[in-house]
């Protein structure tokens, strides 16, 4: 493992659509689960020593869906990885809604490089 190595998480939420606090934190749950399960499967090594290290989780602001699907295509595109959450549509929003994006845990630098100006929630 890269002991050296600062890993961490962020997700991405849209701010363009109004969500109560209890789905919003839905949300930013189901991102942070299932990205974080993308990298046990795909960047194993990673995942362990984010798990081992406290798993670091920023949540930021990102915009629109557009804008959130640019971030996690910049992460696809550094081998991170990402998960893209769509709402069922079965309280609050419409189905399928793009709610939020999770990407990593994966080293802080190489996340940086994408989610660094990104304004905390």
Do not use: C
């Not at 995942?47 to 959130?68: C, H, M, N, P, Y």
């Amino acid at each position: 493992m890269l002991r050296n190595t600062e890993y961490k998480q962020v997700i991405i939420v849209r701010t363009d659509i109004k969500m109560s606090k209890g789905k919003l934190a839905v949300q930013v749950a189901h991102a942070a689960v299932s990205a974080a399960f993308e990298a046990y499967k795909k960047k194993r090594e990673w995942f362990l020593e984010w798990w081992a290290t406290g798993q670091k989780k920023i949540v930021v602001k990102g915009g629109s869906e557009r804008d959130l699907l640019k971030y996690a295509e910049m992460a696809k595109k550094k081998d991170l990885p990402v998960a893209i959450i769509r709402d069922a549509g079965l309280t609050e929003l419409p189905p399928n809604t793009l709610t939020a994006v999770g990407i990593g845990p994966g080293p802080s630098r190489k996340i940086d490089e994408i989610t660094g100006d990104l304004k905390l929630l």
